[in-house]
């Protein structure tokens, strides 16, 4: 099992910066590819920035020059610096994180999910 622990949603009020955090364990022996994605109310869920073991990195047009993605190997943890905010961030972000078990499976999990709400 691998389970996927997300942190650092919240409040902020527009232009502010939040870190999120996302921490994965359990039986895993290498980590593809790591993202976040976001749902807002009524929206579909989309990807918001990925980055791969080797650092390369991918982002939706809305967040470019704003939200910076990053990772750390060594501890399996992925994070989001979100910076500018603006009201339309607001949404549920998920951790995303594709697999190799210990037992040779690639499979794709994800986290429970973290609420950030930027007020105007």
């Known amino acids: 099992q691998v389970q996927l622990v997300e942190s650092g949603g919240g409040l902020v009020q527009a232009g502010g910066s939040l870190r999120l955090s996302c921490a994965a364990s359990?039986?895993?022996?290498?980590?593809?590819?790591m993202g976040w994605y976001r749902q807002a109310p009524g929206k579909q869920r989309e990807l918001v920035a990925s980055?791969?073991?080797?650092?390369?990195?991918n982002y939706a047009d809305s967040v470019k020059g704003r939200f910076t993605i990053s990772r750390d190997n060594a501890k399996n943890t992925v994070y989001l610096q979100m910076n500018s905010l603006k009201p339309e961030d607001t949404a549920v972000y998920y951790c995303?994180?594709?697999?190799?078990?210990?037992?040779?499976?690639?499979?794709?999990?994800w986290g429970q999910g973290t609420q950030v709400t930027v007020s105007s």
């Open positions: 995303n994180a594709l697999v190799v078990t210990l037992v040779g499976f690639t499979r794709n999990y």
């Open positions: 359990g039986s895993i022996s290498s980590i593809n590819r």
């Open positions: 980055i791969t073991s080797g650092a390369s990195t």
